[in-house]
């Protein structure tokens, strides 16, 4: 991941984007990506509204198939206090005792 939204992901699928290497073509994904990253750009709400519209097009469009997410698990001591990382891995040289 490269920063913590959602774009990192979405940017990839529009029609221009080098990441693009199944050559996805979709001039309503392309038309929404550049409002969220032009009009809706400090609308919170219609940004999100219309960042999940775009998740629903390449999903529906069969662009993408998700076949696996990453996930972890962790059992937590209430005695200490610890941080996650946006990856969710707990970073030792945070943790300390309450």
Known sequence: MEYQDALTYLDMWISTSQMNYGQYNNPAYDE??????GELALDTKGRENAMKEMEAMILGDAAICPLYQLASCSLAN???KWVKNVAGVV???????K
Do not use: E, G, R
């Open 32 to 37: 929404l990506y550049y409002k969220v990253t």
């Open 78 to 80: 209430p005695n200490y």
């Open 91 to 97: 970073q030792y040289q945070f943790v300390s005792k």
